[in-house]
């Protein structure tokens, strides 16, 4: 979770596009990037038995409550309603709502490391 904090994590096998075309896009909204683009590419791997995990992490990331001060974590309703409708049983939904809450804090943590430094 601290890598996708990071925005350090791309998806998919595809090669990232160029700076050139990322620059014509940022273009297009009117802004420019100084100083030069650098694409962070560091590799990750998920085991296997993480994976469903994972996947129900990135299905909840419209889930966070926010203040002015930036997200303050997770809207446990919404994280409750996303693991039913996505058909968990309920013992299942309780394990993953604790795998939820671990990464939830892992990322809350990194969020506020890096509005510190």
């Given at each position: 979770m601290r890598l996708l904090a990071r925005g350090q994590i791309e998806f998919g096998d595809d090669e990232p596009e160029e700076a050139e075309s990322l620059d014509e896009g940022l273009a297009a909204f009117g802004l420019t990037v100084s100083g030069g683009l650098i694409i962070v590419r560091d590799e990750f791997w998920l085991w296997p038995e993480n994976e469903e995990a994972f996947s129900m992490w990135l299905a909840i990331q419209t889930q966070w409550n926010a203040s002015m001060a930036?997200?303050?974590g997770l809207s446990y309703p919404g994280?409750?309603?996303c693991l039913r409708l996505r058909g968990l049983k309920k013992k299942s939904r309780?394990?993953?709502?604790?795998?939820?809450?671990?990464?939830?804090?892992?990322?809350l943590d990194e969020?506020?490391?890096k509005r510190e430094s």
């Open positions: 930036g997200a303050t994280v409750e309603t309780q394990k993953m709502f604790l795998l939820i809450q671990m990464m939830e804090r892992a990322c969020w506020a490391r």
